[in-house]
Every structure is written in C-alpha cells, then in structure tokens.
C-alpha cells in the first residue's frame, strides 16, 4: 500500500480533468491567439470557457483572469508589477514571516530596486496581529500581502479583516491564495482581495498552469507585465497560452466549485480522526497552528524527540508527508514558518505535516495511522533522549559535554 498524504505539496490530477484535456493536445491543435482558422478558435473557445470556469469559483469577471505557469509566477507579477506600476505612489509593502517562499523571496528582490518591505511576525497560533498590519501602514505603502491559508499549517488568516483594513487607507491588498482556492470559499470581491494568485496544480489539475486574479472595477488595479513579448493576457503576460492546461485548470475549477463543500466535510472528519488516534495513542505531541482557523485537510504535528526525517524513514516510502525540515545545500534547516509559530529547532524538526485530499481513502489514513504509531514508538524505544526524559531528567538543564 502506498499511501499519499502530501496533498499540499501538489495534488494527482483528477482523472475527469485528464479527459477534457486530452483533446487539446492533438484534435485541437491550435493556438488560442490564431485569429484566422478554426483551430484557433477552438483553442480559444477552450480557454474562453475555462475562463468563465475559474471566474465562477471565484465569483469574479472572466477578464479579470490572467493565466500564467503557476502560483509563483502569479506571485511575481502581483508584488513586483504592483510595485513598478505604483512606485510613483510609495515604495513600502507589508507582507508576514510566514509566507511562502514565491512572496518572501519577491519582496526580498524588490528591496534591491528601493523597495521598503515589512514583514509582520505572527503569534503561536499563525495568526497575524491586525492591530500590527494597521498600524505598519504608512503614507507610501502601496501593497499588503497576506496568504490566505498556509500550506505548511493550513492555517487561515483573517481575510475580511485584512481586506477591511486595506479599504479604510486605501491599500491594494494581494493575497497568495494557493491553498485555499477550491478547497474553501474564496470571493476575492466580498473579502476586498484585489490581487489573488493561485494554481492548478493544487486543486487537482495539472502542473504548470496557474492564474492571477486582478481586480478590474473599484478599484481598477494595473500590474506591470514581466515579461515582453505578443501581448497576450491583456497585455499583462505574453506568451503563447498552455491551451490543454488551462482546459484541465477550468475543469478543475468546475469540479472543485461544485465538490468542495462535500469534499471537505468529508475530509477534515478524516482528519481530525487521524489526529485524535495519534494523539491519543502517542504522548507528547503537539499539534502547531490555531485548530479553528485552518483548513480542512490538514493537520501539522510535533513529536517531542523524535527526528521527522529519520521517522519518515520508518515507513518504508510507503507513506508520502512532509517534515517540519527543509534541505538547504549543507544542511537540515527547521521551516522558518513552524520557527515563526515559536516552536524551537527541536519540535520543528520533530513535526510533520498531513495533507489529505480528495483522493484518500478511510483505509489509507488507518495504515497511515499504524505505521505513525509504529515508527513513533520505535524511535523512542531507540532514543537516550526520549530515555531520559522518561527518568524525570529536565532536559532544558542538561549541560551536553562538546564531545
Ligand atoms: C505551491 C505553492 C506556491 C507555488 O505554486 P507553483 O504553482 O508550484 O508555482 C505558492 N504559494 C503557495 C502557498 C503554495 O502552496
């Protein structure tokens, strides 16, 4: 059995997704901006109507989708064409520690060309304080980035907040909903989201196709392209359009405005029964990020003395998580978002994240469950830490000799 539970990582591709797609890649050929034969404008006619798709599960105008290759392109063209359209008006932009990568690693860039960023700490829970993001606008800031759900912790922020904050000083407010799109509500126009960047690949359809919603009424907001070339998108991104992907894309959208609620109904019951039994069934562990607010599938734990790395390797490969460690080129680094949460290095790289998804099954998380408790027991049967601990030694007063 192998059992898949990195749903936020990417998610398979529904199969009903495949078959709408697999005309487009040899039927109809054509190239959505071919004006002047029918294979064109069959192509076109398949993005059109994925268009109208995705502008559905949103609950937004179709020509305020911008096709792009996924969520971190979607990402780049919100925050830097933001700031190159509005640079006249401020050059400060506020985003959260606990962003991803595609955000973080933006923003950083754009200090290079005189960018002024803030980044907003989180509390133990993930939530931002909204008393801090007011009170971190000033006259020259231009944008506020907030994810909407994180994909480490699953924890959700609080959007209508944010959004009203951002009306009342007249801030454009961008938000990285990469998790959250078809798998909760997310109506960018009632939260007062004006910039929202998602991907396909998260929400059951294929890699390498993602989008960008940009607000076209009140406000009217601009971004300035990043790339040059025919046009295409409303001259916001140029390049011949990935016509099978975003059929995929839109049939992905469709599944997922009509599935979602059934989905994650279903889903966070198969969650918090994954999480009651190990909690249960194991001592000391902790579950990181606010248990309220957060989305439906997933679930991030700490096993106090126990390595995530060397767990996973209990399972054989034959259950795919995710651990609380990221591999930099020398080194084992604890995720800088469960860092931010206030977990020391020790109880980040002892977490693991769950992330179910449509896909998983009842016996699938059962086998997940055994094979946790199994591998859970056998690294502390294996572990002078966990032996001491267990003897009453605290640990925080242990003086380590330096060999
Ligand atoms: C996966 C992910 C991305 C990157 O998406 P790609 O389509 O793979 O570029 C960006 N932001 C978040 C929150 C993600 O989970």
Redesign the pocket.
């Known amino acids: 059995m192998r059992v898949y539970l990195d749903n ?1 990582s990417t998610t398979p591709c529904d199969p009903r997704v495949v078959d709408t797609m697999v005309p487009y890649f040899y039927q109809k050929p054509g190239n959505s901006a071919s004006r002047n034969h029918p294979f064109g404008w069959e192509a076109e006619e398949g993005v059109d109507y994925a268009r109208e798709q995705i502008a559905a599960l949103l609950k937004v105008d179709p020509k305020e989708i911008i096709f792009t290759s ?3 392109e979607s ?1 780049n063209l919100a925050i830097k064409g933001v700031f190159e359209m509005y640079r006249s008006k401020g050059n400060h932009i506020i985003t959260v520690t606990t962003e ?1 990568k ?1 955000v973080l690693d933006t923003c950083d860039k754009l200090t290079e060309a005189g960018a002024e960023i803030t980044y907003l700490k989180v509390a133990e829970d993930g939530l931002i304080d909204l008393a801090e993001l007011e009170a971190a606008i000033k006259s020259t800031t231009i944008l506020v980035s907030v ?1 909407w759900a994180n ?1 480490e912790t699953g924890v959700i922020q609080p959007m209508k907040e944010i959004g009203d904050i951002c009306e009342k000083h007249g801030v454009l407010f961008m938000s ?1 909903a ?2 959250a799109v078809g798998k909760i509500p997310t109506y960018p126009k009632e939260i007062g989201v004006h910039l929202l960047a998602f ?1 396909s ?2 929400m059951y359809g294929p890699k390498g196709v ?1 989008a960008l919603y940009v607000s076209r009424k009140s406000p009217r907001v601009k971004v300035t392209a990043q790339m040059d070339g025919g046009g295409h998108e409303r001259g916001m991104r140029s390049g011949t359009l990935n016509v099978p992907g975003i059929v995929g894309f839109g049939k992905a959208a469709e599944i997922a405005r009509l599935e979602m609620h059934a989905d994650a109904e279903r889903l966070s019951k198969l969650r918090d029964r994954l999480e009651r039994e190990l909690t249960s069934r194991l001592e000391e562990c902790y579950i990181n990020g606010n248990v309220d607010h957060r989305m439906p599938h997933v679930t991030n734990i700490s096993f106090k003395h126990v390595e995530g790395e060397g767990l996973m390797m209990t399972f054989n490969q034959n259950i795919a998580v995710s651990s609380g460690s990221a591999c930099t080129s020398a080194s084992l680094e604890p995720s800088y978002v469960l860092v931010a949460l206030g977990l020391g290095d020790d109880l980040a790289h002892s977490s693991i994240r769950f992330s179910l998804g449509r896909f998983t099954t009842d016996e699938e998380v059962d086998f997940a469950v055994e094979k946790l408790v199994a591998g859970v027991n056998h690294m502390r049967d294996l572990s002078p830490i966990w032996e001491m601990y267990k003897e009453g030694v605290d640990l925080s007063n242990v003086q380590w000799s330096e060999h």
Do not use: E, F, I, W
């Open positions: 936020n996924g969520a971190t990402d991803h595609a994810m994909n990285d990469t998790q991907t690949h998260k993602g």
